[in-house]
């Protein structure tokens, strides 16, 4: 059960779950709809690939790039290309050329009016070329210096004479741009070889004057700080600075809590050592005692009516209170002085540490400045000296670049007159069979497609369907987990989860109503009839029973005005199970619910309300195992408890005798007298049908009982589909029917 605002039991609060999507429950749940998307998709796409499916053919024409060739003419060693990478990228660079707009071109007017195989009749020049810079199949073949140019086309004809023409427009521009362009080159390598010359003095005159600047010779990486020693000997002497202060400020605080502890003890005992050590006051005390001594001695000759005894005695008194007084005075004059001279010992102590504290942080501050100043220098002449290294660095990389320049230079006066690297190896044929067809590939896609819709469609189907299904749609609807979920009684194995979850649901009421002595009472009501709320009430009050809590079922919904309800007829008539399934196979989620028979009406509920019967006389009692039964009476025009006083009359009296009542209440949308009812018991159990309760439905009858506020609030989801061969709730009842098949196997050998 679930508190109406809170939660008393003090579990920690539940995460409300999201949509839940399980696929296999969705495919044995939608599996029609999945055969006929998947049929309907599938059979579209065949005529669809056999009319767009064409065959298609394909030839190439197979060219080299060298890898090594001779320079010039003037020496017969080759050169070859230095890496793996370099060559590769002569490659793609052959490649990308092949596909020029200008080779293209001059490929297409070479054909003359053969161009016409390629460009259509109302299609642009530079729109043909464009589609050919598309169509053409241009690839290194791998662990080879070979690269194909293909074509693919339907007509087999045509490819030869495209793909060759391509060949040959690329040929001659190859062995155009060998040596094309060479003064233009040159000059341009001038060019940049002068701009960097200026580039390299000007970085020199910057390195040299950045070295001027900071004393140096030269920069190189790793050199080490010259102000670096001196900042780590300025750190240690500042964390030795340190160390000393918080000792100092240790010292500080340990001897104020020693002062502390010192001022708490007394000097009373030293005070009487020298208030008893006091000379003018052991002069005085002696005198006084001198003087009393007289008077005593005086007073032994007199009698005690005498006047002058009277007088000596009160002069002994007056002594007395003297002396006293005077050891007093001067007992609180020497604490005084001994107090002031205890503090004044423990100022100067103070003071001494207090300096002591005060000069080693001074000391920390002072070198706790010259190390920041320290840290600032350093930075400084890190900051120039790495502005030196890449300057330097700047410089060396003009320098390379400077020669990488002049090394080309002399490369391209030397290769004038070297022979080219592009060679042909074989040009394009015609093709004597298509190479693909084009229809399977098509018919395939459209198998794909429709397999992937057959596995969406029930998803999405599940996904958007607001209906609840799972205790999990419950809960996310409820705000709070329902107490239990009640199956459909299909068979053997659904009859023993429904059993288990049946007692779930009792011994969490009972859990409930332990938290109190006091008898209680809940009520048990659904959102329309028809949801089996009735069979689910009764069931439920026999297994609280045999738990031990005396309860009684008070039925208030005027649809069951019976209350002689055979016991036989709350158990499953399983030959009627079997034959209810086979007239309808095809629905796994019919929801098989044992049938409550009933007999003529007898004395219930109406009858107390009205006083025309006494409780003992409507009570159905049916044993020590079995719950106990109020009917709802026998006045058919009774359909409103309208009378709401009298009825909690009538729940006191009852409660008297059963630890817990529960109420089979009406429907609550249909009935005002379901939220007052619901106000005076001590909880609400509602019963939720399961694919058949609308969602706004639930909720406006989960804000009825918020209004009418009972204690605590369940839920139960009833009639929970058990699908075969999967899901986790098919799976758990039959373990749970293997489990009692086991165990009643091992009792039978036992015995």
């Given at each position: 059960?679930?508190?109406a605002?809170?939660?008393t039991?003090?579990?920690p609060?539940q995460r409300?779950?999201g949509k839940?999507?399980?696929?296999?429950?969705?495919?044995?749940r939608?599996w029609?709809k999945?055969?006929?998307?998947?049929?309907?998709?599938?059979?579209?796409?065949?005529?669809?690939?056999?009319?767009?499916?064409?065959?298609?053919y394909?030839s190439e024409?197979?060219i080299?790039?060298n890898?090594?060739?001779?320079?010039?003419l003037?020496?017969?060693?080759?050169?070859?290309?230095?890496s793996v990478?370099?060559?590769?990228?002569?490659?793609?660079?052959?490649m990308r050329?092949m596909?020029?707009?200008?080779?293209?071109?001059r490929?297409?007017?070479?054909?003359?009016?053969?161009r016409?195989y390629?460009?259509k009749?109302d299609?642009?020049?530079?729109?043909?070329?464009?589609r050919?810079?598309?169509?053409l199949?241009?690839?290194a073949?791998?662990?080879t210096?070979?690269?194909?140019?293909?074509?693919w086309d339907?007509?087999?004809?045509?490819?030869p004479?495209?793909?060759?023409?391509?060949?040959?427009?690329?040929?001659?521009?190859a062995?155009?741009?060998?040596?094309?362009?060479?003064s233009?080159?040159l000059?341009n390598?001038?060019?940049?070889r002068?701009?960097?010359?200026?580039r390299?003095?000007?970085l020199s005159?910057?390195?040299?004057?950045?070295?001027?600047?900071?004393?140096?010779?030269?920069?190189?990486?790793?050199?080490?700080?010259?102000?670096d020693?001196?900042?780590?000997d300025?750190?240690s002497a500042?964390?030795?600075a340190?160390?000393?202060?918080?000792?100092?400020?240790?010292?500080?605080?340990?001897l104020?809590?020693?002062h502390?502890?010192?001022?708490?003890?007394?000097?009373?005992?030293?005070?009487q050592?020298?208030?008893a050590?006091?000379?003018?006051?052991?002069?005085?005390r002696?005198?006084l005692?001198?003087?009393?001594?007289?008077?005593?001695?005086t007073m032994?000759g007199?009698k005690?009516?005498?006047p002058?005894r009277q007088?000596?005695?009160?002069?002994?008194?007056q002594?007395?209170?003297e002396i006293e007084?005077?050891?007093?005075d001067?007992?609180?004059?020497?604490?005084s002085?001994?107090?002031?001279r205890r503090r004044?010992?423990?100022?100067?102590?103070?003071?001494?540490?207090?300096?002591k504290?005060?000069?080693?942080q001074?000391?920390?501050?002072?070198?706790?400045?010259?190390?920041?100043?320290?840290?600032?220098?350093?930075e400084?002449?890190?900051?120039v000296?790495?502005?030196g290294?890449?300057?330097?660095?700047?410089?060396?990389r003009q320098?390379?670049?400077?020669t990488?320049?002049?090394d080309?230079?002399?490369?391209?006066?030397?290769e004038e007159?070297a022979?080219?690297?592009?060679?042909?190896i074989s040009?394009?044929?015609?093709p004597?069979?298509?190479a693909s067809g084009?229809?399977?590939?098509?018919?395939?896609?459209?198998l794909?497609?429709a397999?992937?819709?057959?596995?969406v469609?029930p998803?999405?189907?599940?996904?958007?369907?607001?209906?609840?299904?799972?205790?999990i749609?419950?809960?996310?609807?409820?705000?709070?987990?329902?107490?239990?979920?009640l199956?459909?009684?299909?068979?053997?194995?659904?009859r023993?989860?429904f059993d288990?979850q049946m007692?779930?649901?009792?011994?969490?009421?009972?859990r409930?109503?332990?938290?109190?002595?006091?008898?209680?009472?809940f009520?048990?009501?659904?959102?329309?009839?028809?949801?089996?709320k009735t069979?689910?009430?009764?069931?439920?009050?026999d297994?609280?029973?045999?738990l031990g809590?005396?309860?009684?079922v008070?039925?208030c919904?005027p649809?069951n005005?019976?209350?002689?309800?055979?016991a036989a007829?709350?158990e499953?008539?399983?030959n009627n199970?079997?034959k209810?399934?086979?007239?309808?196979?095809t629905?796994?989620?019919?929801?098989l619910?044992p049938?409550?028979?009933?007999?003529p009406a007898?004395?219930?509920l109406?009858?107390?309300m009205?006083?025309?019967a006494?409780?003992?006389?409507?009570i159905?009692?049916?044993?020590s195992?079995?719950a106990?039964w109020i009917?709802f009476g026998?006045?058919?025009?009774?359909?409103?408890l309208?009378?709401?006083?009298?009825?909690?009359q009538v729940?006191?009296?009852?409660?008297?005798?059963y630890?817990l009542?529960?109420?089979?209440?009406?429907?609550i949308?249909l009935?005002?007298?379901?939220?007052a009812?619901?106000?005076i018991?001590?909880g609400?159990?509602?019963?939720?049908?399961?694919?058949?309760?609308?969602v706004?439905?639930l909720?406006?009858?989960l804000r009825?009982?918020?209004?009418?506020?009972?204690e605590?609030?369940?839920?139960?989801?009833n009639?929970?589909p058990?699908?075969?061969?999967?899901g986790y709730?098919?799976?758990?009842?039959?373990?749970?029917?293997r489990y009692?098949?086991?165990?009643?196997?091992?009792?039978?050998?036992?015995?």
């Open positions: 059960m679930s508190p605002q809170t939660d039991t003090g579990a609060e409300i779950p839940v999507i399980m696929p296999l429950l969705s495919l044995q939608h029609l999945s055969i006929i998307v998947f049929s309907l998709i599938a059979g579209i796409g065949l005529p669809v690939a056999w009319k767009k499916g064409t065959a298609s394909y024409a197979v080299q790039i890898y090594r060739y001779a320079p010039n003037r020496t017969i060693q080759e050169i070859e290309t230095r990478s370099e060559y590769n990228r002569l490659a793609q660079q052959q050329t596909t020029r707009f200008d080779v293209l071109k490929a297409l007017d070479s054909l003359g009016d053969k016409w390629w460009q009749p299609e642009s020049e530079q729109r043909a070329i464009q050919l810079s598309w169509s199949q241009i690839k073949v791998h662990d210096y070979l690269i194909t140019i293909g074509l339907e007509d087999p004809k045509v490819i004479v495209i793909v060759n023409a391509v060949v040959e427009s690329y040929l001659k521009a062995r155009e741009e060998i040596f094309f362009g060479e233009l080159r000059e390598l001038d060019n940049r002068q701009e960097h010359d200026v390299i003095a000007q005159k910057e390195l040299e004057s950045t070295a001027k600047k900071l004393g140096l010779m030269t920069f190189e990486e790793g050199m080490q700080n010259p102000y020693r001196i900042l780590v300025m750190t500042l964390s030795q340190t160390e000393r202060r918080v000792t100092a400020e240790a010292e500080l605080e340990a104020t809590g020693k502390e502890r010192l001022l708490k003890l007394s000097v009373d005992a030293e005070a050592k020298l208030t050590s006091d000379r003018p006051l052991g002069d005085l002696a005198y005692y001198q003087r009393r001594a007289q008077l005593i001695q032994s007199l005690p009516t005498h002058g007088a000596d005695e009160l002069e002994i008194e002594i007395n209170q007084m005077a050891t007093k001067k007992f609180a004059e020497i604490k002085i001994l107090d002031e004044a010992d423990m100022r100067a102590e103070m003071a001494a540490f207090e300096a504290a005060e000069e080693a001074q000391i920390e501050q002072a070198l706790q400045a010259r190390v920041d100043e320290r840290t600032r220098e350093v400084n002449f890190m900051q000296y790495n502005q290294l890449r300057i330097k660095e700047e410089l060396e320098r390379r670049q400077l990488l320049i002049l080309r230079i002399d490369e391209i006066k030397i007159n022979p080219g690297y592009v060679r042909l040009l394009a044929e015609v004597l069979r298509p084009g229809r399977k590939k098509i018919f395939i896609l459209f794909i497609v397999g992937g819709a057959a596995l469609l998803l999405a189907l599940d996904f958007l369907d607001s209906r609840i299904r799972t205790p749609d419950l809960h996310r609807i409820l705000g709070f987990a329902p107490n239990s979920w199956p459909v009684i299909q068979d053997e194995d659904a023993i989860l288990q007692e779930r649901l009792a011994i969490s009421i009972f409930d109503i332990n938290q109190s002595d006091a008898a209680s009472s009520f048990v009501t659904a959102i329309l009839p028809g949801v089996g069979f689910v009430i009764y069931q439920l009050a297994h609280l029973q045999r809590i005396n309860t009684l008070l039925s919904d649809s005005r019976s209350a002689a309800l055979e007829a709350r499953i008539d399983y199970l079997t209810r399934k086979q007239a309808d196979k629905d796994q989620n019919q929801k619910e049938q409550l028979s009933s007999a007898s004395p219930g109406m009858e107390l009205r006083d025309t006494e409780l003992d006389q409507v159905i009692r049916r044993g195992e079995d106990d009917g026998r006045y058919a025009d009774a359909e409103e309208a009378n709401i006083v009298r009825f909690r729940l006191d009296d009852i409660q008297k005798q630890r009542v529960l109420i089979d209440g009406p429907a949308l009935s005002a007298s379901a939220e009812i619901a106000g018991c001590y609400t159990l509602i019963i939720v049908d399961s694919i058949d309760t609308p706004r439905q909720k406006r009858a009825i009982i918020e209004r009418a506020s009972p605590v609030v369940g839920a139960v989801l009639h929970a058990l699908f075969k061969r999967s709730f098919s799976q758990l009842a039959k373990s749970l029917a009692r098949s086991e165990q009643t196997d091992a009792a039978s050998n036992r015995s």
